[in-house]
Structure formats: C-alpha cells, structure tokens
Nanobody
Framework: QVHLVESGGGLVQPGGSLRLSCAAS????????MSWYRQAPGKERELVAT?????????SYVDAVKGRFTISRDNAKKTVYLQMISVKPEDTAVYYC???????WGQGTQVTVSS
C-alpha cells in the first residue's frame, strides 16, 4: 500500500524560506517521478514541480515558482523535498505530495506566508 506523508509546513514571513518533505513507502520510489502540488483557498489544485525517477532526476516547475523553489529527492531515504525561498503571500496554500505512477496523494501540509 502506497503511503505519502508530508511535513515541514508552517507560518513563514514574506521573503523567508521553508523546506517541505514527503516520505514515501509501498512502492519502488527510486524508479518513478514525484510531484508537488498546491491548492490555495478558493482555487484549483495546481502542479508546482516534478522530478523524474531513475538516474539524473530532471526537474520542471510552474512559472510562478521558477528560481525560488527547488524539488529534489533522496532515493535512499525514499523522500522528496521542496525547498522554498523568497516566499510570497501568494505561495500560501496546502501543499501535496503526489506519486503519478500510483495516482497517490499525501494528506497535505499547510504553508502560510504572512507577516
């Protein structure tokens, strides 16, 4: 059974930084792509970043976070990360980890950017 557990959310001031983590289990983590999504109040869930599986780990980002967010993975720890810097109030959302190969979602972690 696939489990994805996010952590690391919280309250951060504009311009600050935060690192989200997603611990995975129940599948061969290293082989498959992983993604981060977010959903702000009253808005649809949107794809934020993806990292491919296998060697190399190519990444892609939504334009709104390019240059500020970095997705990475540690296959030994079966964990995917989202490093967020220079955060803005519009980054406020619930952030979800997603395993496309398994169509599996984590429970989400709240990120609030406010002074």
């Amino acid at each position: 059974q696939v489990h994805l557990v996010e952590s690391g959310g919280g309250l951060v001031q504009p311009g600050g930084s935060l690192r989200l983590s997603c611990a995975a289990s129940g599948f061969t983590f290293s082989l498959y792509a992983m993604s981060w999504y977010r959903q702000a109040p009253g808005k649809e869930r949107e794809l934020v970043a993806t990292i491919t599986g296998g060697p190399g780990g190519s990444t892609s980002y939504v334009d709104a976070v390019k240059g500020r967010f970095t997705i990475s993975r540690d296959n030994a720890k079966k964990t995917v990360y989202l490093q967020m810097i220079s955060v803005k109030p519009e980054d406020t959302a619930v952030y979800y980890c997603y395993a496309p190969s398994r169509a599996a979602w984590g429970q989400g972690t709240q990120v609030t950017v406010s002074s």
